[in-house]
């Protein structure tokens, strides 16, 4: 990072209390309004953030910045304030490198999804967890301090931890605030701590609600892992300060899902009140998933024996049976302008198997 010397000292930030001081690395925006106001005035909306940053360095350059203080737009929207959050490094100035990112102001919302608990096929005891969070959400005078809290959903990819929390979240009558443990990591320290925390905050606010934290592997690595990610202790931090203080966070349930429970922290581990294992469709359950989905193909199946290609498909995830199986083939016949047959299926069963995921097994006796 280079030094800037510089002798500015207009603006709120200040004057530059050294000659040379360090170009800070990360400055977090909030707009915060105009001195004064007209009735008809609207705040500027950032439609471009690398634009926007180019822009705030430029005319910003060498401006001392610390928490707290002001920056005013001195162009297109003269003497519009944006309050600084936060600097890093503390107290530092405006350089040629500094990324200049402005708060986006999130509105909670209720994200709708089309699935049902009955598109479900199998995983029961996951069907019954969530439907005892519903039932504490709407009334959780009955279960007092023995509420739901924090559930944990694991197992093989592509067996309906997504889909489940999908449907909780069509079915239930509150709000779910869903999120991909991954969309919490930040680019700078301390951004992904105070991105769990407000995250909790606004489930607070929208409280009976459930958070859900896909991919929580991302976030919660074991201790052993940290070193390889840096931030990833100080996150695990405040998501284990945010799991204990669920006393704080009257009326929030979180569930995370996660593929791969063996790296998870322990501490977090220990966090959830129950762990829900989803295991690969048994023999039913994938002759359930062939059936309804075969159903939405927008070709239908010639002679196909649906039984048997469950059969076949010992070890294949529901995921697995639409993607590699039903779609695969779909794609085939369009392709040769055929239909799709038993043999086609058997064929890409096959391919499948050989290219595909560990570890389906084809038994073809
Ligand atoms: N039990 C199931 N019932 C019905 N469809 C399923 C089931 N499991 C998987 N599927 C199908 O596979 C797709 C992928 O499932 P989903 O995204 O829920 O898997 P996941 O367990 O979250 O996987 P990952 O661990 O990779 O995130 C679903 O959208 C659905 O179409
Ligand atoms: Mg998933």
Not at 264 to 285: A, G, Q, V
Not at 323 to 331: F, I, P, R, S
Request: glycine fraction near 6%; include cysteine; aromatic fraction near 8%.
């Amino acid at each position: 990072m280079r030094s800037i010397q510089k002798s500015v000292t207009k603006g709120q930030g200040g004057k530059l209390e050294q000659a040379r001081a360090t170009g800070a690395r990360y400055i977090l925006l909030r707009a915060a309004g105009y001195p004064l106001k007209s009735l008809f005035q609207e705040y500027p909306v950032v439609s471009d953030p690398k634009l926007f940053e180019l822009y705030a360095r430029e005319q910003w350059y060498g401006e001392a910045v610390r928490p707290g203080c002001y920056l005013f737009d001195r162009r297109l929207y003269p003497d519009f304030a944006f309050k600084v959050i936060r600097v890093y490094p503390c107290r530092s100035v405006v350089g040629s490198e500094t990324t200049i990112r402005v708060e986006q102001k999130e509105e909670p919302k209720k994200v709708e999804y089309n699935v049902l608990f009955e598109d479900v096929v199998g995983q029961q005891m996951a069907k019954r967890k969530v439907r005892i969070v519903e039932k504490f959400l709407q009334e959780p005078e009955r279960f007092g301090a023995w509420a739901p809290r924090n559930i944990l959903f694991y197992g093989v990819s592509g067996t309906g931890k997504t889909m489940i929390a999908r449907a909780l979240a069509t079915e239930a009558k509150v709000p779910m605030l869903p999120v991909k443990a991954t969309s919490l990591i930040g680019e700078f320290v301390g951004e992904g701590a105070r991105q769990i925390h407000s995250l909790f905050d606004r489930a607070e606010q929208m409280a009976p609600c459930i958070v859900f934290i896909d991919e929580l592997d991302a976030i919660a690595l074991d201790r052993r892992y940290q070193d390889l990610r840096g931030d990833v202790s100080e996150i695990v931090n405040s998501l284990l300060t945010e799991m204990d203080g669920i006393q704080r966070r009257k009326g929030v349930c979180t569930i995370a899902a996660t593929n791969q429970i063996e790296v998870i922290d322990s501490s977090i581990r220990s966090r959830f009140e129950e762990e829900i294992e989803f295991k690969l469709p048994n023999l039913d359950e994938r002759l359930a998933l062939l059936e309804k989905n075969a159903a939405t193909l927008p070709q239908k199946l010639e002679d196909v024996n649906l039984k048997e290609i469950a059969r076949i498909t010992e070890g294949f995830s529901g995921r697995d049976l639409m993607e590699k199986v039903l779609k695969a083939a779909l794609h085939h016949a369009i392709m040769d302008d055929g239909s799709i047959t038993q043999k086609l299926l058997e064929e890409t069963i096959t391919a499948a198997s050989k290219g595909g995921r560990e570890p389906p097994r084809v038994m073809f006796t």
